[in-house]
Nanobody, 124 residues
Framework: QVQLVESGGGLVQAGGSLRLSCAASGLTFRRYSMGWFRQAPGKERELVAAISWSSSGSTYYSEPVKGRFTISRDNAKNTVYLQMNNLKPEDTAVYYC????????????????WGQGTQVTVSS
């Protein structure tokens, strides 16, 4: 079965950086678009970044993270990354990795497989 395992979360001061990783198994990774979602307490889960399975590797970023976060993938390692720079307290959330067969998925429902999440806490 598909397994997505996130790592790299933690506590960081505002302005700092973290790099999240998501190791995938049980799927043909290069055929899946990958996304990073986050969910803060009392808020809905939201897509923050996605990268397509297509050869162009097109990416998407939500407005709050554009210019600060970078999503990338290594198909040889079946891993997707989220580099987060200039972190802000409002970035505090549980971050989830997800996989989709769609070429440019955006909706939560387009992602069929999910990781267990990793906590990111940004102190002010």
């Amino acid at each position: 079965q598909v397994q997505l395992v996130e790592s790299g979360g933690g506590l960081v001061q505002a302005g700092g950086s973290l790099r999240l990783s998501c190791a995938a198994s049980g799927l043909t990774f290069r055929r899946y678009s990958m996304g990073w979602f986050r969910q803060a307490p009392g808020k809905e889960r939201e897509l923050v970044a996605a990268i397509s399975w297509s050869s162009s590797g097109s990416t998407y970023y939500s407005e709050p993270v554009k210019g600060r976060f970078t999503i990338s993938r290594d198909n040889a390692k079946n891993t997707v990354y989220l580099q987060m720079n200039n972190l802000k307290p409002e970035d505090t959330a549980v971050y989830y990795c997800a996989a989709s067969l769609s070429i440019n998925p955006r909706a939560t429902g387009a992602f069929g497989s999910w990781g267990q999440g990793t906590q990111v806490t940004v102190s002010s």
